[in-house]
């Protein structure tokens, strides 16, 4: 359209020029009064001039849209260069910094991204203090070789070892949403999806699951039962993540089946001080050294059937001393006394006597058996003791 009226515009100036009148134009910018007058063969000139202003304007566009394209191209180099960007690029310190603040089911997921990353997410300096700050204070080495007793029976078995290792991680793929325990299969081949099992990580999973019993000791056992009030006794315990409590199994003893208590806090477990079992006498090696004041647990079976129990107790004076301590000599007595304070004055468990020199399993079985003594050396096993101190005085 736009060349038809261009051919329109050269016919009528031609066509004027055919009877010799002048070309009158205003152009603008020029004062109203001042008019030009061209001669007549301008008329094919001016058409000549706006055929070439349209050819050089269409070719400015073209340049301009390519250039617009070669600009946009750039962008889109750029922004996939930007894209390109991965974690793996930073440097060394920066990205183990990265990796050492995520929390556990993040590290888990963060594994699941690619090889490289899974390599950096199961390695054991990342999951030890993680394991340390929530399971440091109820696992100790008899847990840690439960765990490697467990561990090699399921290898012999084939539980844990490469393609068979599914269904164990299937079992924890109920912790946490975790990507890549969800087995993708370009992970999946030949079974190297899961850590390995002896891995700090996969001991840190297997207690989250709450499919590892491990051994460990509870305060108060059975609800804090009277006949147990400032004991601990050794457990198998199993974690509820749902609740965040614990599931004990106490051994049986006696004609007694095993006891299970739910919904255990973890204010009320540790790991057991001392590496003896419940059926063992403890060697006390701080015989020597007790002095009046003293905090103590000492063992304690009601007979020797049951297992052994550890209890709260403080060193007391003998019956002769006058309890100033500038002339107490009780410290050098063969008898170390004994004494119970949460029960009343005069009850038979009040007090005990302990041969210093000679010790061995002591009592009967009216009072019961008194095992090995250990002496409590921080201030944080003497609170903690202090904090489950019962509300009223037992009988």
Same mark, same amino acid.
């Given at each position: 359209?736009?060349?038809?009226?261009?051919?329109?515009?050269?016919?009528?100036?031609?066509?004027?020029?055919?009877?010799?009148?002048?070309?009158?134009?205003?152009?603008?910018?020029?004062? &109203? #009064?001042?008019? =030009?007058?061209?001669?007549?063969?301008?008329?094919?000139?001016?058409?000549?001039?706006?055929?070439?202003?349209?050819?050089?304007?269409?070719? $400015?566009?073209?340049?301009?849209?390519?250039?617009?394209?070669?600009?946009?191209?750039? @962008?889109?180099?750029? $922004?996939?260069?930007? &894209?390109?960007?991965?974690?793996?690029?930073?440097?060394?310190?920066?990205?183990?910094?990265?990796?050492?603040?995520?929390?556990?089911?993040?590290?888990?997921?963060? %594994?699941? $991204?690619?090889?490289?990353?899974?390599?950096?997410?199961?390695? #054991?300096?990342?999951?030890?203090?993680?394991?340390? %700050?929530?399971?440091?204070?109820?696992?100790?080495?008899?847990?840690?070789?439960?765990? *490697?007793?467990?561990?090699?029976?399921?290898?012999?078995?084939?539980?844990?070892?490469?393609? &068979? %290792?599914?269904?164990?991680?299937?079992?924890?793929?109920?912790?946490?949403?975790?990507?890549?325990?969800?087995?993708?299969?370009?992970?999946?081949?030949?079974? @190297? /999806?899961?850590?390995?099992?002896?891995?700090?990580?996969?001991?840190?999973?297997?207690?989250?699951?709450?499919?590892?019993?491990?051994?460990?000791?509870?305060?108060?056992?059975?609800?804090?039962?009277?006949?147990?009030?400032?004991?601990?006794?050794?457990?198998?315990?199993?974690?509820?993540?749902?609740?965040?409590?614990?599931?004990?199994?106490?051994?049986?003893?006696?004609?007694? =089946?095993?006891?299970?208590?739910?919904?255990?806090?973890?204010?009320?477990?540790?790991?057991?001080? $001392?590496?003896?079992?419940?059926?063992?006498?403890?060697?006390?090696?701080?015989? /020597?050294?007790?002095?009046?004041?003293?905090?103590?647990?000492?063992?304690?079976?009601?007979?020797?059937?049951?297992?052994?129990?550890?209890?709260?107790?403080?060193?007391?004076?003998?019956?002769?001393?006058?309890?100033?301590?500038?002339?107490? *000599?009780?410290?050098?007595?063969?008898?170390?006394?004994?004494?119970? #304070?949460?029960?009343?004055?005069?009850?038979?468990?009040?007090?005990?006597?302990? /041969?210093?020199?000679?010790?061995?399993?002591?009592? #009967?079985?009216?009072?019961?058996?008194?095992?090995?003594?250990? @002496?409590?050396?921080?201030?944080?096993?003497?609170?903690?003791? @202090?904090?489950?101190?019962?509300?009223?005085?037992?009988?």
């Amino acid at each position: 359209m736009f060349f038809f009226l261009i051919s329109c515009l050269s016919f009528l100036l031609v066509s004027q020029s055919l009877f010799l009148h002048p070309l009158v134009l205003w152009v603008k910018g020029w004062p &109203k #009064n001042e008019m =030009k007058v061209f001669p007549v063969g301008f008329g094919v000139g001016l058409s000549q001039l706006l055929l070439e202003f349209i050819r050089k304007r269409s070719l $400015v566009k073209v340049s301009a849209s390519m250039g617009l394209k070669r600009t946009c191209v750039q @962008k889109v180099e750029n $922004v996939e260069e930007v &894209k390109g960007f991965s974690i793996l690029d930073l440097p060394e310190l920066a990205l183990e910094g990265i990796l050492s603040r995520l929390s556990p089911a993040s590290l888990c997921n963060t %594994a699941g $991204v690619c090889t490289d990353l899974r390599e950096r997410c199961r390695s #054991n300096h990342l999951w030890d203090p993680r394991l340390k %700050a929530k399971w440091g204070k109820v696992i100790g080495p008899a847990a840690y070789r439960e765990w *490697q007793w467990t561990v090699a029976m399921n290898k012999e078995t084939g539980i844990l070892d490469g393609c &068979k %290792a599914n269904g164990w991680l299937r079992s924890l793929s109920c912790i946490w949403q975790f990507s890549w325990l969800r087995l993708r299969p370009e992970i999946n081949r030949g079974g @190297k /999806n899961g850590p390995p099992s002896d891995s700090v990580m996969a001991w840190y999973l297997a207690l989250e699951s709450g499919k590892f019993w491990f051994p460990a000791q509870v305060y108060n056992r059975e609800r804090g039962h009277v006949g147990f009030m400032l004991s601990c006794y050794d457990a198998e315990l199993s974690y509820d993540r749902r609740t965040d409590t614990f599931q004990a199994r106490y051994p049986p003893h006696g004609h007694r =089946k095993i006891v299970v208590e739910e919904g255990v806090q973890w204010e009320r477990l540790r790991a057991p001080p $001392v590496d003896t079992t419940a059926h063992d006498l403890h060697p006390s090696d701080c015989l /020597n050294d007790l002095c009046p004041g003293d905090h103590v647990e000492i063992q304690w079976r009601r007979n020797k059937e049951f297992p052994y129990g550890w209890w709260y107790g403080v060193v007391g004076h003998s019956d002769y001393c006058d309890r100033d301590s500038r002339h107490c *000599q009780c410290h050098l007595d063969d008898t170390v006394i004994l004494e119970f #304070n949460q029960y009343i004055s005069g009850s038979r468990w009040r007090r005990a006597a302990i /041969n210093r020199n000679d010790h061995h399993e002591e009592g #009967n079985e009216a009072e019961g058996f008194y095992g090995g003594i250990r @002496k409590l050396q921080t201030k944080e096993e003497i609170l903690t003791w @202090k904090q489950l101190w019962p509300s009223e005085t037992l009988e």
